[in-house]
């Protein structure tokens, strides 16, 4: 079946210009997280979802980042006033219930602020 | 919180040698313990997990991985490496949240020569 899919694969933008990055999750999981990935670091925890409920949000890095799962499926990951340190790849999993249960990856968005 | 320490950022390895990747994460009272793999171009791929149990346990391509509480780590190897396995290995553990918002490693890039 369909894995967990993301758009636009790569963005490139200016900085102050607002970003929408999009993630599609399995079909039925339950459960989605959004990470952020830094050239060389491991991904890095921002939010979570549970079916249209942002249960865990304290990974957002400040108010210019938000998220949300209005019906329970897919996911928008929206940066307001983009700046140069916000360049990333941008990840999402989806698991079908949450807690033990395997996260499976999307190929990520990867983001460059110019 | 939790966090994960990832000793090597790089292992060279020959072909059909044994490698071993360490891993430790901060002590906590009970947690989940994961290896991610991310292939060139792919995405991040769950090689294998621990939730309970033994404390062995293997990847269906030869990895395994064991918990070790009283020294915190989860080392990961294999007896004997092909050039298929050059890639990127992340370690990760559970919150202590419980549910599966992921704490990542830096990172260890393996890899393997002819």
């Known amino acids: 079946g369909a894995g967990v899919s993301q758009s636009p694969r790569y963005k490139v933008t200016k900085r102050g210009q607002d970003v929408a990055l999009r993630c599609d999750p399995i079909s039925g999981h339950v459960s989605l997280y959004w990470y952020r990935q830094a050239l060389g670091q491991g991904p890095e925890f921002l939010t979570y979802?549970?079916?249209?409920?942002?249960?865990?949000k304290s990974g957002l890095p400040n108010d210019r980042f938000s998220a949300e799962r209005p019906e329970g499926s897919i996911s928008t990951l929206t940066i307001q006033r983009t700046e140069q340190r916000d360049s990333a790849m941008y990840r999402c999993a989806s698991s079908l219930m949450g807690e033990s249960d395997t996260q499976y990856f999307g190929p990520g968005t990867r983001l460059t602020v110019l | 919180a939790q966090s994960v320490t990832q000793l090597d950022s790089q292992v060279p390895v020959f072909e059909e040698a044994p490698v071993e990747l360490r891993c430790n994460y901060s002590s906590s009272v009970s947690v989940y313990l994961f290896w991610y793999v991310q292939y060139p171009n792919q995405g991040l791929q769950l090689l294998l997990k621990y939730l309970s149990g033994s404390t062995l346990v293997e990847s269906i391509n030869g990895f395994e991985a064991e918990f070790n509480k009283s020294q915190t780590s989860f080392h990961l190897r294999k007896p004997s490496v092909h050039i298929s396995d050059t890639a990127e290995y992340f370690c990760a553990v559970s919150d202590d949240g419980g549910y599966n918002k992921l704490i990542f490693g830096a990172g260890t890039r393996l890899a393997v020569h002819p």
């Open positions: 979802f549970n079916y249209e409920a942002q249960q865990d």
